[in-house]
């Protein structure tokens, strides 16, 4: 066994990076076949989910297989080999083993223990069959993997040590006020998209007890069918799909927003989202503004500490207020309350936001945007947790929860009161410091048990042909001799032939027994593969015999079959 496995995931790089090296289905199956197009591997499989991409792959070079898998993994994912680099990780033979089988168990997961990753598992494995790359190893590899992770949440309590995505999402919404069902109840929700995920979060929220769910999905078939699904689901729900066209009314209508779509760029922009909060319908009553805080002193942080003029400062923000966004230095802001608390204590006059710019020249407008910038450079110094604190603390009129990655929804609405944000990166915060329990070591446990069992059994499998072959080879010889003999004595009657016969073959047997019992036992314990080639040289097999009977042996075209429906059935 060679396995390799290059990739990349939430712990070793930045959602920034995870985002731009996503891959679509069609940039996997390409993957696929420049993988196998490639000298050093003989199979593959690639896992690619919202927070991991991993390449896995049958090689017979360690050196030239991790620099072939990178450089393909760079090439298909869109992030230049050197920018991709150093967040990659590489594991080989048995750590490939052990990283899949953690990462089946939930171990690796961003929420410890989740079972979505098993489903990613699994389709994996079949786009793999259908595109014949995956071989044997790949096979037998994904189909343990799936039943070590099925063996985890079914002998232990990993479930307890974390919940879905979904769900774990949900409760980082409420922000821990009160339970997902209270919160729930009564609400109106707009899930976008109708993929496994954002089925996912329909039926969650379906069954924490939304009142309402419209579905959005840009193919209308999808979107009408999770409908339907969802109010057959016997959870009381009212479901219908609604256009993509109709985003923008169905957002002054929701109170909680679940998105997880395949797009490339943003679904939901903070000016979406901002309409959406200002223009909500009778009976959704946007939340206050916080209490103004007390105005600081002319230090730090203030407009005089900058150098700008306080009435500038005034007008900017009376522009700000009344238009929402400001255009300075080529760059679009959105500007809300929190940026007065910030940096610009002074009072805002009502009144139209165009007329306050009157008179503003463009020199008071670069020192905005240099009083901007400072601002945003500064809010990126606090962690995020600390950002959105103040923003925790309003009542929340829209919820939104991002699964997408790269992400549909802009992390800018954060800013904007009385919205609540929940994405990957801060599922990621929320969940980075959760304690370890004990069930989680009896998973460890159980993955280490496991991989000793699957490589014994991969090494066993290698020297299998050698031994077949060696029988096959005695057996012919036995044929050979058994021939020779009738020739010589052939008076021999036929209860006399097949004595004889089976004699001759009774000693081969015995005397090949012990040596290929013991040879498969050695050959399961580490180090074991030399055995195979001792025995090839010792009995002078020929090689293209043990490679034709492993070929036959793996029976690719019904092995291919049964593990593709077996792999869908798991």
């Not at 003989?42 to 989910?49: D, F, K, Q, S, Y």
């Not at 992030?79 to 990462?103: C, G, I, K, M, Q």
């Not at 409760?171 to 996912?200: F, N």
């Not at 450079?377 to 962690?383: F, L």
């Amino acid at each position: 066994m060679s396995l390799l496995v290059v990739g990349l995931s939430h712990r070793s790089a930045p959602v920034s990076v995870l985002e731009r090296a996503s891959l679509s289905a069609d940039a996997k199956a390409k993957l696929l076949h420049d993988t196998l197009a490639a000298e050093p591997a003989t199979e593959a499989a690639v896992l690619a989910t919202c927070n991991r991409i991993e390449l896995y792959a049958d090689v017979d070079k360690f050196h030239a297989g991790v620099a072939e898998l990178s450089t393909l993994l760079a090439q298909h994912s869109g992030v230049a080999l050197e920018e991709l680099t150093p967040y990659l990780y590489v594991h080989y033979e048995d750590r490939a083993v052990h990283h899949l089988f953690s990462v089946a168990c939930g171990l690796d997961s961003m929420v410890i223990g989740e079972g979505q990753i098993l489903g990613q598992i699994k389709d994996a494995l079949a786009l793999g069959q259908e595109l014949h790359t995956a071989g044997r190893l790949i096979n037998d590899l994904f189909q343990q993997a799936l039943r070590v992770g099925k063996r985890a949440h079914s002998e232990t309590g990993i479930d307890r040590a974390g919940q879905s995505l979904v769900t774990f999402g949900l409760e980082q919404l409420t922000a821990g006020r009160e339970p997902v069902d209270v919160w729930a109840a009564g609400k109106r929700a707009l899930v976008i998209g109708a993929g496994s995920m954002s089925s996912l979060a329909a039926a969650t929220l379906a069954r924490v007890g939304v009142a309402e769910i419209a579905v959005a999905n840009r193919t209308a078939e999808r979107a009408e069918r999770l409908a339907e699904i969802l109010v057959a689901s016997g959870t009381g729900v009212t479901a219908r799909a609604v256009p993509m066209a109709a985003l923008a009314d169905e957002l002054t209508r929701a109170d909680v927003v679940v998105s997880c779509t395949g797009a490339t760029g943003l679904v939901l922009t903070a000016e979406d989202v901002a309409e959406a909060v200002s223009a909500a319908p009778a009976g959704l009553v946007p939340a206050a503004d916080p209490a103004p805080q007390p105005r600081p002193s002319a230090g730090v942080g203030t407009p005089q500490a900058l150098g700008l003029d306080p009435e500038v400062v005034a007008r900017l923000a009376a522009a700000a207020r009344a238009g929402g966004r400001l255009v300075d230095a080529g760059a679009a802001r959105v500007i809300t309350a929190g940026a007065e608390r910030d940096g610009c204590p002074v009072e805002v006059p009502a009144g139209d936001g165009r007329s306050a710019l009157t008179g503003v020249d463009a020199n008071s407008l670069e020192l905005h945007g240099t009083w901007a910038d400072q601002g945003e450079a500064a809010a990126q110094r606090q962690p995020r947790r600390g950002a959105r604190s103040q923003v925790d603390a309003a009542p929340v009129r829209l919820a939104l929860l991002d699964l997408a990655m790269p992400r549909d929804i802009d992390a800018a609405v954060h800013r904007i009161p009385g919205v609540r944000l929940v994405d990957i990166e801060s599922l990621a915060e929320a969940s980075a410091d959760a304690p370890m329990a004990a069930d989680v070591d009896a998973v460890r446990a159980l993955v280490t048990e496991e991989v000793a069992a699957f490589g014994a059994a991969q090494r066993a499998a290698h020297i299998t042909p050698t031994v077949v072959a060696l029988r096959a080879m005695a057996a012919e010889v036995v044929a050979m001799e058994v021939a020779r003999l009738d020739g010589r004595l052939p008076d021999l009657d036929d209860r006399q032939r097949a004595e004889v016969t089976q004699t001759v073959r009774r000693v081969v047997d015995k005397l090949l027994h012990a040596p290929t019992v013991r040879v498969k036992q050695l050959a399961s314990e580490p180090g074991g593969a030399g055995y195979a080639e001792a025995l090839r040289e010792l009995f002078d097999l020929d090689p293209q015999t043990v490679a034709s009977v492993s070929r036959a042996d793996a029976d690719p075209a019904g092995q291919a079959e049964q593990n593709h429906d077996s792999g869908r059935a798991s």
